[in-house]
């Protein structure tokens, strides 16, 4: 996550992302996948639609983590389903682990939750997002929530008000924001994106998401059991 404002930046975000997380296949023989339209896909277009990732091992039994991101074009057409299970088949088929996780913001991506749900996982726990993922990765997420509302364009902007008011919620829930700061970036993103005006109605609107999300912190744990994936028909 970060500024992709310019081609530069954005060459080095994806420089900066693959180092992170595509460089391990030699060293654990899983890291990053890209997504693509099906053959003959006319629907979609070429290139590159989206990535899937698989985080090393985070406990002691050898759980790993998957994580993915598509563009919004081929949401709802089966490509993330469909590249999660094959990725899915890739590790259970390679690797000993006993369980692929996934740590979602519920209230924010019921989607992501639907996808899991296809995919097997069950619900394990919910706890808070700085005992899973940490401040800084936080602070990273709110960073990048304030830039897409800033650059959305207006068939995305109520969808990503949405979505980093919740988070902003509940990450002042567990005190990784402060409450009036936090409010005033996100008017200040608002104000300057020249898709959006910032009326009484809308502020209204930012006071209801935030509202969701200072009621419900934290983030959930799903999980993808082996032997699950392995005797269900996906497989």
């Known amino acids: 996550m970060g500024d992709g404002s310019t081609k530069e930046k954005q060459i080095r975000l994806v420089n900066e992302w693959y ?3 595509g460089n391990t296949w030699d060293e654990l023989g899983y890291g990053l996948w890209g997504v693509y339209r ?20 985070n406990d002691d039994e050898g759980r790993v983590e998957i994580n993915y991101a598509v563009n919004p074009t081929a949401w709802g057409k089966g490509i993330a389903y469909e590249a999660g299970a094959r990725v899915l088949d890739f590790i259970f088929e390679t690797t000993a682990t006993p369980s692929v996780d996934a740590r979602i913001f519920e209230d924010v991506n019921p989607a992501s939750i639907r996808l899991i749900k ?18 800084d990765w936080l602070r990273r997420t709110n960073d990048y929530d304030l830039w897409l ?19 902003t919620g509940q990450l002042i829930a567990e005190g990784v924001l402060k409450d009036r700061p936090a409010r005033e ?8 994106n020249p898709n959006y005006e910032l009326t009484p109605e809308v502020i209204e609107k930012i006071e209801h998401f935030l509202s969701i999300g200072l009621s419900s912190p934290g983030m959930s744990l ?8 392995m005797e269900s028909e996906r497989h």
Request: proline share 3%.
């Open 19 to 21: 180092h992170e997380y």
């Open 38 to 57: 099906r053959t003959k896909q006319s629907d979609l277009p070429s290139g590159l639609l989206g990535i899937i990732w698989i985080e090393r091992p």
């Open 118 to 135: 296809k995919w097997g996982g069950c619900f394990v726990e919910r706890r808070s997002a700085v005992d899973y993922v940490g401040l």
């Open 149 to 167: 509302i800033q650059r959305a364009n207006r068939a995305m902007l109520s969808n990503r008000i949405r979505d980093a008011c919740i988070r």
């Open 185 to 192: 970036a996100v008017h200040r993103a608002l104000h300057a």
């Open 222 to 229: 799903y999980r993808i059991d082996r032997h699950i994936w």
